[in-house]
């Protein structure tokens, strides 16, 4: 199979060098494929330069080259490899940067022909999930906050008109701040994502990962006595084969924009191109 045809996203031509490894790479590990990263130009030409790198479903890292400048050696190409599998004790700690072509083939063979066990899986996927999750809890409880400080000076002005027995009064600015129409709506959403991410750190419910071929990666992040880490990774090939209830969350998620957390249901994202849901364990609690 040509290289070209291993390659998703592909709008403009490899780097040359690029395409010279990738090649030398995908006989040596023909499970691989890989995925438009970043395209740059050479010499008015836009090319790709950097791409992501996945053995079968799973993303292992990326591979890219750029043209640099050394004092010594003028220019010349050079190669980063990045993964998580590689464990460095200086610099930058998951990246192989290299001059060598040759080199550059033996650190993505050995980082890249591995396939990760199930332990590595749940673990990635959930420090992911569990970064993603706090940050929007982070953010809409910030937006709460400096939305509500923003009325703190009205609202003190407006106790001192009542405490020296006037009768309070507003100007149309001073009114505008109290009111703060958006401020209940920023409170419970700031709630509703504070209530998701508990969920997420008492581990109740799954993450469920689209893979690229179409079927569903699930992972149960409930660490039950007697669950091993290869009953916790569910495999599934249509939403159908999840439990009744999780299906029903997830195709309510699938309706909603990602970021935007549902109490008692979960929350959705987009992480490397793909969606990946937290869906909450326990029964739909609806409000009237």
């Known amino acids: 199979m040509k290289l070209k045809k291993k390659v998703e996203h592909i709008d403009f031509p490899l780097h040359e060098p690029l395409e010279k490894l990738l090649t030398k790479l995908y006989h040596k590990v023909p499970n691989l494929t890989f995925e438009s990263l970043t395209v740059g130009c050479v010499i008015e030409h836009k090319v ?3 791409v992501s790198v996945f053995n079968g479903n799973e993303q292992v890292g990326s591979i890219g080259i750029d043209y640099a400048s050394f004092r010594s050696q ?14 460095n004790r200086i610099g930058a700690r998951h990246q192989k940067v290299t001059k060598l072509p040759q080199e550059a083939l033996k650190t993505s063979v050995r980082v890249f022909a591995q396939v990760s066990t199930a332990t590595e899986i749940i673990t990635k996927i959930k420090q992911k999930m569990s970064s993603e999750i706090g940050g929007v809890q982070y953010n809409a409880v910030r937006q709460a906050e400096r939305t509500g400080e923003d009325s703190i000076l009205p609202l003190m002005e407006l106790a001192m008109q009542v405490s020296r027995g006037e009768v309070p009064t507003l100007s149309v600015e001073l009114t505008k701040l109290v009111a703060k129409p958006n401020l209940d709506k920023l409170m ?6 504070v209530s998701v991410n508990n969920d997420y750190k008492n ?22 006595s007697g669950l091993t880490d290869e009953m916790r990774l569910q495999k599934f090939s249509d939403t ?33 191109n793909t969606n990946w849901y937290y869906l909450t364990g326990g029964e739909i609690i609806t409000t009237s």
Request: proline residues 3%; aromatic residues 6%.
């Open 240 to 272: 159908y084969e999840m439990p009744e209830l999780y299906q029903t969350k997830l195709a309510m998620m699938r309706m909603l924009e990602h970021k935007q957390p549902v109490e008692s249901i979960g929350i959705k994202f987009v992480i490397d």
């Open 188 to 193: 419970n959403t700031s709630r509703i994502a």
């Open 203 to 224: 581990a109740n419910g799954i993450v469920v990962k689209e893979e690229r071929d179409g079927t569903l990666l699930g992972v149960v992040i409930h660490d039950a």
């Open 48 to 50: 790709i330069h950097e």
């Open 74 to 87: 003028g220019k010349c190409d050079v190669y980063t490899i990045n993964s998580s599998r590689i464990q």
